[in-house]
């Protein structure tokens, strides 16, 4: 997503080793909002989209519509601190405090636009802010507070939303044999609905070459993004969770010019890869401890992880959430609507059958399990936030499962990905530091237990 950077003080030693590719794939992304506004001031249709894994994306840019994603602007808004009066205006206008921080910023930025500033962009907004959108594009998957969000986003705009859906369940009924075909048929379905809406919306047809080179695309990002996931299990550590949080919309919401983007990634890869060469972290200081954050990090205090970098804290991986899998072949399919509901279901499917094999009726704790052992984890940084059930129901779970199967510690941090003021980062801090006692003590435990790290 985005950051505010600070230009660092002349001689002084920077505590993470950013990656040089990472600032061309954040500036994609600021790309977008330039030409979001662009094209809106000269009356052409714009969007505002919620993360969909891609089935809904990748229609819309066939389309040549411009997309912008709340959820990508709110980081924005938290990590340049200005994410306070839009928190405000959605509580001021009836909605919980509670609420998903994406949602309630997002709503508040809209009360600002439509209620204070007669449809313009709020003067406060950074990068120029959001376009007025003409079109809502929600999503049900994962997040069961994420398509009321945008639904309640129509009291303030005169746009049609749809809601694009992904079956979810449990492990075990992940991997029932019939399972594949009828999710299949259903996402075809689902997708040859939209399209259909998106060409009676737009009184234009859908350009289908244009989708098959939008969908190859998406699979030559999203594998390099792969690749460059499994060069980062070396030790040291040769990419921060700090550049990774900085570098995902080209791939997660496959924002900006997708062309662009694959250019930028396999710059990215090609860094990566000598810095595991040469054995270069990604941390200015002697990696002593190595962890996997999970799940949504605070936006508003990254800051934070330069003084956690000054004591020997490599964030090697997070949350798996924000990382597409290895691509599956979908060439062998003929028709364009099924190539990308494969390749969308991949991600939260890719899973299941490794889970019930060993034992773990949670596919989200198997996950960070593999993650831990693939990585050599000292320890997991958990963020369970009040506002975001989904990214906090199965932290406890993870912590417990940690520690049985493996004598991985976690520290756990309540706090909010938006809203600054429920976090406290001298706090986390100073129980930092007592955590490193308990790191220690695991590695010794691993070692008597014959494991590997």
Known sequence: MSESSTPAVTGQKKAINRLKSMYPLRNVVQQD????????????????????????????????????????????????????????????????????????????????MMKENNGKVPPEAPLGGMARPTLLVGSGIICDARFKWFQALARYFDAPEWCLEMPMMATEEGTESDLDSYQIKFLVQQLRDFIAFLEKLLGKKMDWAKLEEMIDLAVQIHEICWQISELRRSIPGPMHSIDFWSSMPPALFLAGD?????????????????????????????????????????????????????????????????????????????????????????????????ARQDGISNSVVEIYLKMARDFKADGFFLHPLISCRAASCSLRSVQHFEMARLDVPSLWVEGDIIDKRVFNPQEVLARAEAFEQTMDHYKTVRKAKGLDW
């Open 258 to 354: 997708m062309k662009v983007s694959l250019k930028c990634y396999q710059d990215m890869l090609a860094e990566v890869q000598e810095r595991v060469c040469n054995k270069e972290a990604a941390i200015n200081y002697p990696e002593k401890y190595r962890l996997i954050f999970a799940e949504l990090p605070p936006w508003h205090s990254l800051k934070f992880f330069d003084k956690l970098a000054e004591m020997g804290w490599n964030f090697v991986m997070e949350s798996f959430g924000y990382h597409p899998p290895r691509p599956i072949d979908v060439s062998k399919y003929s028709d364009p609507c099924e190539k990308l509901a494969r390749l969308s279901r991949n991600f939260l499917f890719n899973i299941y059958s490794e």
């Open 33 to 112: 909002y330039i030409d979001t506004l662009q094209a809106s001031n000269e009356g052409k249709p714009t969007v505002w989209a919620m993360l969909n894994y891609w089935e809904g994306d990748l229609p819309l840019k066939a389309m040549g519509l411009n997309i912008v994603y709340p959820e990508n602007y709110s980081t924005l808004l938290a990590s340049s601190g200005s994410a306070e009066p839009f928190l405000d205006a959605s509580d001021s206008d009836g909605f919980p405090t509670h609420m998903c921080g994406y949602g309630r910023s997002t709503i508040g930025y809209s009360y600002r």
